[in-house]
């Protein structure tokens, strides 16, 4: 797969959505900004991202899986100098027997950087979601801050989830977290909702739009009608 360079320089602003990408290398330069918007409806099945920020920049990742297909995601965020700031957000629908796996790690080369991650994850029928990724604070990274959290509805009894955050910390003067759920549909919200005259399709296209929402309505209008349709016939 052929890798595309995104450079981010000139203090530059940047805001760029994405519906058909490849591998990516970024550079986003000194006092420079970049929110990145990628849309994936299955045109990639295998993905590396690389980044490098300077200093005082900020990269924000939004990222829609809505493949019908495997998929397996690595990405590696390196912050390099101070001032420096990522933040990865995530939503993932897996259906059929479809596997998918997202590998997302930061790396606090320099002190005074943050880095958080949030990854929402929808698995359905036979299919699988992982989250993994290493966040790691080296020695003498002082005043840095990271942080990753995972969170998974499995809404059959054959779907499966894994969320594995890993935290490296080689620094004491730091902050760092990590949060990881998996659990199964409530089936409350469903008799709730039921019981209000929508049926069990609507129902849990209602539960999942609500819990990856956050992340689908960073999208343009047309991009998060296509992500509501694409919902509505996974249900």
């Not at 890798?3 to 490849?22: A, G, Q, Y």
């Not at 290398?25 to 918007?37: R, T």
């Not at 929508?198 to 539960?207: G, N, P, T, Y």
């Amino acid at each position: 797969m052929n890798t595309k360079k995104l450079v981010v320089k000139n203090r530059e602003k940047s805001e760029l959505e994405l519906l058909e990408f490849s591998d990516l290398d970024i550079e986003v330069e000194d006092d420079c900004s970049l929110v990145l918007k990628l849309a994936n409806f299955g045109n990639s099945e295998n993905l590396k991202i690389t980044a490098n920020l300077g200093r005082n920049s900020n990269f924000d990742v939004v990222f829609a899986d809505f493949s019908d297909s495997n998929i397996t995601v690595k990405s590696q965020v390196n912050l390099n100098q101070e001032g420096a700031s990522c933040k990865w957000h995530l939503a993932s629908l897996s259906s059929h027997e479809n596997h998918k796996k997202f590998d997302i790690s930061f790396t606090h080369n320099i002190g005074n950087t943050f880095a958080l991650m949030d990854n929402y994850g929808v698995s359905r029928e036979k299919s699988e979601i992982i989250f993994t990724g290493v966040n790691h604070i080296l020695k003498g990274a002082k005043g840095s801050e990271t942080a990753q959290n995972a969170k998974i509805i499995v809404f059959d009894p054959e779907a499966r989830g894994t969320a594995s955050p890993v935290l490296r910390i080689d620094e004491n003067d730091v902050k760092a977290s990590h949060g990881a759920v998996v659990g199964q549909l409530n089936e409350d919200h469903m008799f709730y909702l039921m019981s209000r005259g929508l049926s069990k399709e609507e129902a849990r296209a209602l539960i999942t739009l609500g819990y990856l929402q956050p992340i689908s309505r960073q999208f343009s209008e047309k991009t998060q009608e296509r992500i509501l349709n694409l919902i509505k016939e996974a249900m």
